[in-house]
């Protein structure tokens, strides 16, 4: 087991005390980080006690530690999960030998750009749900939303750790540019298209967490095989973490819908307009940011066919979620079909299956989406409502790989752009529906007794306290 330190100024069980030079520069930057937390994380709540959980060990119990604290004094730590004794590289050409603790020099670029990619998604995620504290739709979810944001910080801090320990002054430069660049900022946006897209509104926040997040999840399984011990070791220990992040995104989401059900049920009323006047958000308005958000989260798994992907893969830099659950671990072997539209027809072709890994991933990925919506519905059947939510088909509203710019419906359907133009309205939301949305969330509930109209109470509170609980003491300075 290795050897947790909570009272330096850095929490860490990777021995940094031993490594003053690294130290120096991690503590270098800390100042640097929590200028960007003040400045584009949570909005409004920076001296607020606010119930939180820090991670203080890595052990299966007990790793982590709830108590009231001011988000910038939260302690952010660097957190390995423990070794693995005698890893071996368990894919690719280098299958069988032992796993890396230093980056070999030929992957040196490659590993560098995974780390970033990976970064940089964390703080866009703070940037971009910095102002949903001032609408939010009640106490519990208040402290959920700081939960969620916390932890995407301490992610950008396993990856900056990773950078500046591994890739020396090429690492402590893009540790910077992680601070620097933007959410949506045309000049410096983030990496990945939906990092960069705005999430303004709370139902929005809940697909994000469910469907962004859920990327989150795949990629740092992939990531958790890679050859390069240290980058296994902490995405290892940041999925402890994410699943508390897509637990929001699921009951978050099915609180919202159990609420609309309601509604309909206590009033006999089925129409969408209906739905409205009561205060609740229509299952068609759902459908609609379920559809965006799904979309553009299979975006970020990148093209289905994708030589990036099959060099990752063939050098042991990334892998398969669970690789293990796999018999062939080279994939030197195999095809995988992949549809492509040439003039408006459908052409299936088999390509190799490393150039598919992106495909492979996305593919799981799809299922486990699938198994959060048919939760859903079975709210929408116990309160005996017909509606059903559904995952577009995945070439639906694509912007990345093959079915970028092609103009599915959401069946999968070719239809064109016009056509496509013509009934954006009816599978996307239109500044109509988020007027409406976010007309729903004009005042935020700091009352922990309250809860707002348009969502349900969840079932049970956060570790154990109850729902109506003080998680966030807001203004109590
Ligand atoms: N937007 O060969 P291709 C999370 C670029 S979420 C813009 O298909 P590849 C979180 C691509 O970079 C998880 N550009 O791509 C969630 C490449 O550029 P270059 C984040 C895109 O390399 C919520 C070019 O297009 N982690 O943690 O096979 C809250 C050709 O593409 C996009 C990672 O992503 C896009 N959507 O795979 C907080 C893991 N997609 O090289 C946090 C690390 C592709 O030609 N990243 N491009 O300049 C990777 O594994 C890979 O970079 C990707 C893309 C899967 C993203
Ligand atoms: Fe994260
Ligand atoms: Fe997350």
Known sequence: ????????????????????????ALEAWQPNFISWWKEMGPAGFQTDDVYLRTAVDVGQEGWAHFDYVKMPDYR??????????????????????????????????????????QGDTE?????????????????????????????????????VYLLQSYFGRDGR????????????DENKPRILGAFNEPCTDWLSFFMFTFFTDRDGKF???????????????????????????MFVGETGVGRVVERTAHLMKENGKDHPDDVRKLGGIDLPTIQKYLNLWYSLSLDLFGGEV????????????????????????????????????TDGKLITEDVPLRNAMNEVLRDDYVVDCQRGVDKWNRVLEAAGVSFKLTLPHRRFHRHIGLYADVFCDPTG???????????????????????FVLSLMQKPIYDPKQMAGWIAAPRIGIKGRPVDFEYVRHGEA
């Open 219 to 245: 990629q740092l399984l992939a990531l958790a095989e890679s050859a390069f011990d240290p980058l296994s070791r902490t995405t290892r220990f940041m999925l402890t973490e994410e699943a508390h992040h």
């Open 173 to 184: 430069e893009e540790a910077e540019s992680l601070l620097e660049r933007r959410s949506g």
């Open 413 to 435: 359907s070719f239809i064109g752009k016009e056509a496509f133009e013509a009934k954006q309205g009816e599978w996307l939301p239109t500044e109509a529906d988020k007027t």
């Open 1 to 24: 087991m290795s050897t947790v330190v909570n009272d330096e100024k850095i929490p860490n069980n990777v021995n940094l005390s031993s490594d003053k030079k690294l130290q120096r």
């Open 76 to 117: 952010w730590g660097i957190f390995l999960a423990d070794p693995v004794k005698d890893r071996t590289i368990g894919f690719g050409d280098h299958m069988g030998e032992p796993v890396w603790q230093e980056i070999p020099g030929e992957h040196r670029g490659t590993l560098r750009r995974l780390i970033v990619t």
């Open 306 to 341: 994708s030589s990036n992907a099959a060099s990752f893969f063939a050098n042991g830099l990334k892998g398969r979620a669970k690789e293990d659950h796999y018999d062939d671990h080279k994939a030197l072997e195999g095809t995988y079909a992949v549809s492509r539209f």
């Open 123 to 159: 703080p866009a995620s703070v940037e971009q749900q910095r102002l949903l504290g001032q609408s939010c739709p009640s106490v519990y979810d208040l402290r959920n939303l700081f939960q969620v944001n916390v932890e995407e910080g301490r992610h950008l801090w396993a990856m």
